[in-house]
């Protein structure tokens, strides 16, 4: 049987935590920020943890991460 692959552009935006959680980076942070309050930008720099159902999808995308 052949090695699975890993998906790259996954395994860029997802990093797994000591506990095993997967973060991953906000949204809404990439262009336009001068009209965004610096509360929402500085909520915005903390990752994020995934919900459980996405950690299913994303388990499959990084089959060696785990």
């Known amino acids: 049987m052949p090695k699975m692959k890993t ?3 996954a395994a ?3 990093k797994i935590t000591g506990t ?4 991953r980076r906000k ?7 001068e ?15 995934l919900s ?3 950690v299913k999808r994303v388990k ?3 089959p060696y991460a785990f």
Do not use: D, Q, T
């Open 35 to 49: 009209e965004k309050p610096s509360k929402r930008k500085r909520r915005l720099r903390r990752p994020a943890i």
């Open 60 to 62: 499959k995308l990084l």
């Open 27 to 33: 949204a809404n942070r990439s262009h336009l920020n």
């Open 20 to 23: 095993g959680k997967i973060k």
């Open 52 to 54: 459980k159902e996405e």
């Open 12 to 14: 860029k935006r997802f």
């Open 7 to 9: 998906n790259k552009s």
